[in-house]
């Protein structure tokens, strides 16, 4: 899988939106961009995924940028339990590359 | 539905010892997974299945062995445990490894120190 680079940790208020950042410059035309989050003490749970075009759910929005060699998750407004590793994988689906492989991630702080 | 289930929630051994850690799961998924978390650190992937009877090495498979008997259940054994495998493991399952059913579903984590 190609590589990501995202900030080491941020921080946010609650209740205020939060743009996590994710760089993949060396992103192929078939990586899909997947954004997993780990809350403390907890299995990472999936948060999105997009290929080209920019995708909410009821958690985030992922904005991709139009080269796809950067991505955004947004979330709207942050809460508390919003505090977590959030983690931006490329995935790629020929063989066995569709396994998810994770980097360090981004640590996120919600202040109340 | 359960989700992933994962036993014991700890675990301390002493090196050398072996032990299974106990994964299943509930919602007829194909694949499953192991992975590590060392301290600070991303998911390693250990080992991998993509349905019963087939297995496969991930990122960082020595010291570890996995079988997949059933759909359900995907038990990885350490067989001489070691201080370097104090880790906490999360294993994973997913419908396929293909878009649109490749959601994966992490249990709770098995957190293990060997002394």
């Known amino acids: 899988d190609a590589k990501t680079t995202q900030p080491n940790s941020m921080e946010s208020n609650e209740e205020e939106p939060v743009h996590l950042p994710c760089n993949h410059s060396?992103?192929?035309?078939?990586?899909?961009i997947h954004w997993y989050r780990q809350l403390p003490s907890q299995g990472p749970e999936y948060v999105i995924h997009?290929?080209?075009s920019n995708v909410n759910n009821r958690m985030a929005s992922l904005a991709i940028a139009e080269d796809r060699k950067s991505s955004t998750l947004i979330l709207h407004r942050a809460t508390l339990r919003d505090a977590a590793v959030y983690y931006c994988i490329l995935r790629n689906y020929g063989g066995s590359q569709g396994n998810l492989i994770f980097g360090k991630g981004t640590k996120l702080s919600v202040k109340p | 539905n359960a989700g992933v289930t994962q036993t014991p929630k700890f675990q301390v051994l002493k090196t050398g010892q072996s032990m299974t850690l106990q994964c299943a799961q509930d919602m007829n998924h194909e694949y499953m997974s192991w992975y590590r978390q060392d301290p600070g650190m991303g998911l390693r992937l250990i080992h991998y299945s993509v349905g019963a009877g087939i297995t496969d090495q991930g990122e960082v498979p020595n010291g570890y062995n996995v079988s997949r008997s059933t759909t359900e259940d995907f038990p990885l054994r350490l067989l001489s445990a070691a201080p370097s495998q104090t880790s906490v493991y999360f294993c994973a399952s997913s419908t396929s490894l293909l878009p649109p059913t490749d959601t994966q579903y992490f249990g709770p984590g098995t957190r293990l120190t060997v002394l």
């Open positions: 997009g290929l080209t």
């Open positions: 060396t992103i192929s035309g078939t990586d899909y």
